[in-house]
Nanobody
Framework: QLQFVESGGGLVQPGGSLRLSCAAS????????TGWFRQAPGKEREGVSC????????DYADSVKGRFTISRDNAKNTVYLQMNNLKAEDTATYYC???????????????WGQGTQVTVSS
């Protein structure tokens, strides 16, 4: 059974950093692409970043390129999102999800964890 446990969110000032973690179970990270998504109040969920199953390919939304980095620890079956130079517009609930294939171009499984809240405010 798929399960995602996201953690690491919090309140941070603009320009600050956070590292989100997503502990996945029910599948192996190197078999599927895994992505981070976010949803702000009143807005649709959007893709933030993706890491291919092979680990050799990453995708980033234009709004986070150069500031966010996705990575993973296969031994822990955990995906991370390092977020630097955070901005107020990064405020959202962040989720991770599994793609249906091992590349980021494949659809995302409609299964979500509880998410972790990131608030960027002074």
């Amino acid at each position: 059974q798929l399960q995602f446990v996201e953690s690491g969110g919090g309140l941070v000032q603009p320009g600050g950093s956070l590292r989100l973690s997503c502990a996945a179970s029910g599948f192996t990270l190197d078999d599927y692409a895994t992505g981070w998504f976010r949803q702000a109040p009143g807005k649709e969920r959007e893709g933030v970043s993706c890491l291919s199953g092979s680990g050799s390919s990453t995708d980033y939304a234009d709004s986070v390129k150069g500031r966010f980095t996705i990575s993973r620890d296969n031994a822990k079956n955990t995906v991370y999102l390092q977020m630097n130079n955070l901005k107020a517009e990064d405020t959202a609930t962040y989720y991770c999800a599994k793609h249906r294939g091992n590349i980021c171009a494949t659809p995302v499984d409609d299964y979500w964890g509880q998410g972790t809240q990131v608030t960027v405010s002074s």
